[in-house]
């Protein structure tokens, strides 16, 4: 089974705070994703990656970056944390059939 | 631009109820669309997948075709059950766009035993 692993299920910061996600795949797939899911929004692309060292932004990458150093494993980074990144964060990876991308449970973020 | 537009939710049904979820779609190529489906708690799931006209995904009891005339992949279920609760969202994908997903806001499905 295709395994997508995030580094924490809930996760408490504070204002100003640099915050690392970590998402994991163990299934040598090339695209990578990080989604933001936020109730009547539905998941808005923040950035992604086809390759390692390679990342474009999605719709919303505003206040984001993202690091792809290994194949496998794709970190979002909340540079200086805010109230308006409180939400889940969704990673997910594909690779053949493309179409179909694989998702990790989600880590839920606070920021007080 | 891609868009999918969902019916608004959220939908409570008593068990065995059908259920019709629309979905329609705006998209400047010939796209793939899907539903994927959240339990609570967890990551997103491929539920079921199209990738041509007139395609008809289905997977555990539910169904979708891909309408191209009306830009439509509603989903339904002639018979619910309490595990079906869950938020479903729809998707497209454009060929050659990095398979990047252009999702729909999702809806809450709630049912009743």
């Known amino acids: 089974d295709v395994k997508v692993t995030q580094s924490s299920r809930y996760l408490v910061k504070r204002t100003g705070e640099k915050v690392f996600l970590e998402c994991v795949q163990d299934m040598d797939h090339e695209n990578m994703f990080w989604y933001r899911q936020d109730p009547g929004l539905g998941l808005r692309l923040i950035y992604f990656s086809y390759d390692v060292k390679m990342k474009e932004k999605g719709d919303i990458p505003e206040g984001y970056s993202v690091s792809r150093e290994k194949k496998e494993r794709f970190s979002l980074i909340l540079e200086s944390a805010s109230t308006n990144q409180t939400s889940m964060y969704l990673c997910a990876s594909n690779g053949v059939p493309l179409y179909e991308q694989y998702f990790g449970p989600g880590t839920r973020l606070t920021v007080t | 631009g891609n868009s999918v537009t969902q019916m608004e939710g959220p939908v409570t049904l008593s068990e065995e109820a059908f259920l019709t979820i629309n979905c329609t779609y705006t998209?400047?190529?010939?796209?793939?669309l899907f539903w994927y489906v959240q339990y609570p708690g967890e990551g997103l799931q491929l539920l079921l997948k199209?990738?041509?006209?007139?395609d008809k995904g289905s997977n555990k009891g539910f169904e979708a075709t891909y309408r191209k005339e009306t830009t439509s992949f509603h989903l339904e279920k002639g018979s619910v059950q309490v595990s079906d609760s869950a938020v479903y969202f729809c998707?497209?994908?454009?060929?050659?766009?990095?398979?990047?997903?252009?999702f729909g806001k999702g809806i809450t499905l709630s049912v009743r035993p």
């Open positions: 998707a497209l994908s454009l060929t050659g766009a990095n398979s990047k997903l252009t």
């Open positions: 199209a990738t041509k006209a007139d």
């Open positions: 998209a400047t190529g010939y796209p793939s």
